[in-house]
């Protein structure tokens, strides 16, 4: 079992693959060569999971930062005998510059150590333990290093100091002082690849060097945004490039799996994946935080992951394309504070969710004036979409927050279907879709009835979760955001009153829904969700009411850890992170919160 807290964490990214490194120095989870696969250090979810770990002695204080306009990680411990600075980076490829983040990278990840000042005694402990910690690969010192050897996997280990090899697991006790530097790589390869091979000290430093300039240089290129919260939001957006599958444009939910919603739960879910629901919210996002380029690139992979079936349209895929994300639980792996089950796979993947046709040709929307080449076969595809919607909006279904109790009918899904024929009615030209047009404005009209007279709940004084129940559900903020009504309508700002008062804990922070309810038919409860927070904060400035909106947003991102990272959600009890973690939707949460405060600000 792992008890480090999730923010004592921070994320490093290739644009293929993720580690996280806690702040003793130890990478905790990593996997290679994409998000999704397994694990090769997974001690975050079981003490025997595989870690590796360079931790100085005698520590006085630790302090993070990423480097400049990067997500290149640099600690720095006060020891009592001196200053170490331990900086990390899954390397990027040669020459990366801008747009090409990314391209071409060699699946290595670079750690280097210098003493500043005195001297440091340091102890290394290197344990891979691939497939999620199911291999006890074979260890054999090389000259320059270690290689491991076990199932598909090919690791060599570049090491300026010898290792004491015992079983599977290797260790050093080395001493370093100041002016010193030595530079250690993990570098990964599969049996049918060209070798993973041993690095010389200056080719490593070389490639952590050429790293951080690869993040510089798409930052230069991307983040424009001016405005109060500048910092927070351009480090979401490269946290955003960072949870982005660089072949393919895909972007991950988070970059782990099974970070519990309770600490002992089993609301563990899979989030290595990258959902269609995420479209939209996460083309406005990096249109404030980074630029068009890697919008297109997102609409893209979801338009062609998406185009085998329509109806259903699948709800989410593999970072490659896949549809087949069946899920099933390791039992060997113990969870996070022994939150069992740790799962793989996602099951919602077989959901029939109806809101995700709204997310796609809301997207579509969004880069009308960017697809110059709309063919045939993207013109036919948004269409069906547009029909499916017309067509499907009647039927309950799973919902937003993908229940695995019964299908209902849920307000947010039957506005996002009323979204879908919006946005299919504006691109109706571009369409060439002027015969559709009665079809789709008829059932977008006669949805927009059924939500007023059926989604208002009278005794509740708000929008409710599904028609017909009384349940407070942050889903409902989304109204005035998509425009289904506007922001100071009276029964939005009823709905926006009575979340902000009756569905927040203590601290003033958003549940997405009571999961006491038993609505969602898992067991359990679950923290409050930073997502539905900065929705809150996001429809608060739509509607005028700015200081507040500005007070929600900045209690919100004031629970970003130390480098800047956001899990999903905050326990209501201790304040602590909860959840997989980066959590992408919390990071997109905040750009589009922060944006809308201040085009509210720029009003007059």
């Known amino acids: 079992m792992s008890s480090v807290p999730i923010a004592s964490h921070a994320l490093l990214s290739d644009c293929h693959s993720a ?72 390397a990027m490829g040669q020459g990366n510059r801008g747009h090409a983040l990314g391209r071409g990278a060699p699946h290595l990840l670079v750690r280097r150590c210098g003493v500043l000042s005195g001297f440091i005694e340091l102890s290394m402990e290197y344990a891979p333990r691939p497939e999620y910690g199911l291999l006890r690969p074979l260890l054999s010192s090389v000259d320059g290093g270690v290689t491991a050897r076990g199932g598909a996997e090919w690791l ?80 979401s957006g490269r946290v955003l490039q960072g949870l982005t599958f660089q072949p393919s444009g895909a972007i991950v939910a988070a970059a782990t799996t099974s970070l519990p919603e309770e600490v002992g739960g089993s609301r563990n879910w899979d989030y290595r994946y990258s959902w269609v629901r995420d479209a939209s919210f996460t083309m406005e996002a990096l249109w404030v935080a980074a630029c068009p380029d890697e919008v297109s690139d997102f609409f893209a992979f979801m338009t062609t992951a998406a185009a085998g079936a329509v109806e259903p349209l699948q709800i989410m895929f593999g970072v490659g394309g896949e549809h087949d994300l069946s899920e099933r639980t390791l039992p060997h792996l113990a969870g996070w504070r022994d939150s069992a089950p740790v799962r793989i796979g996602n099951g919602a993947w077989q959901q029939a969710q109806i809101d995700v046709y709204g997310e796609l040709l809301d997207a579509a929307f969004l880069l009308a004036d960017k697809i110059t080449d709309m063919d045939e076969d993207m013109r036919a595809f948004l269409v069906a979409l547009a029909d499916t919607a017309a067509n499907r909006w009647r039927d309950p279904d799973q919902g937003i927050w993908e229940v695995r109790g019964e299908p209902r009918h849920f307000l947010y899904s039957k506005v996002m279907c009323w979204v879908a024929l919006d946005r299919a009615l504006k691109l109706a030209d571009r369409l060439s879709a002027a015969d559709h047009v009665p079809f789709w404005k008829a059932a977008r009209d006669e ?87 900065f929705w809150l904060a996001q429809a608060l400035a739509m509607a005028g009411r700015v200081a507040e909106a500005r007070e929600v947003f900045e209690r919100a991102a004031s629970y970003a850890n130390d480098v800047g990272l956001l899990a999903e959600e905050i326990d209501p009890a201790t304040g602590e992170l909860l959840g997989n973690f980066p959590q992408a939707f919390s990071h997109i949460g905040l750009v589009n919160a922060a944006w809308a405060i201040t085009k509210a600000v720029q009003q007059p």
């Open 19 to 90: 580690a996280l490194v806690t702040s003793d120095g130890s990478v905790d989870w990593m996997t290679c060569p994409r998000f999704d696969s397994p694990s090769l250090f997974g001690r975050m979810l079981d003490s025997s999971a595989g870690h590796w770990s360079l931790t100085p002695r005698a520590i006085l204080s630790v302090s993070r930062r990423y480097l400049s306009r990067t997500l290149v990680l640099e600690t720095t411990f006060t020891c009592s005998s001196g200053v170490l600075v331990l900086t990390d980076a899954l």
């Open 156 to 235: 060599v280990l570049s090491s300026p100091v010898p290792l004491t090899l015992t079983g599977s697991t290797g260790v050093a006790e080395f001493r370093m002082s100041a002016g010193d530097t030595y530079a250690f790589g993990l570098h990964r390869s599969t049996l049918e690849e060209t070798p993973a091979h041993i690095w010389d000290q200056a080719d490593l430093l070389a490639r952590l060097d050429e790293t951080a300039e690869a993040w510089r240089s798409w930052s230069a290129l991307h983040q424009n945004y001016e405005g109060p919260w500048r910092e927070l939001v351009h480090h």
């Open 447 to 533: 949805i927009w009835q059924k939500v007023i007279s059926e989604g208002w709940h009278p005794e509740a004084g708000a929008f409710t979760q599904y028609f017909g129940g009384d349940t407070l559900d942050a889903s409902a903020l989304m109204m005035p955001i998509v425009g289904f009504l506007p922001a100071d309508d009276p029964r939005v700002l009823a709905t926006i009153d009575a979340i902000a008062t009756r569905l927040t804990d203590s601290r003033g922070l958003v549940y997405r829904y009571r999961a006491e309810s038993g609505v969602d038919g898992v067991a359990g409860g679950e923290g409050t969700f930073l997502l539905c927070t």
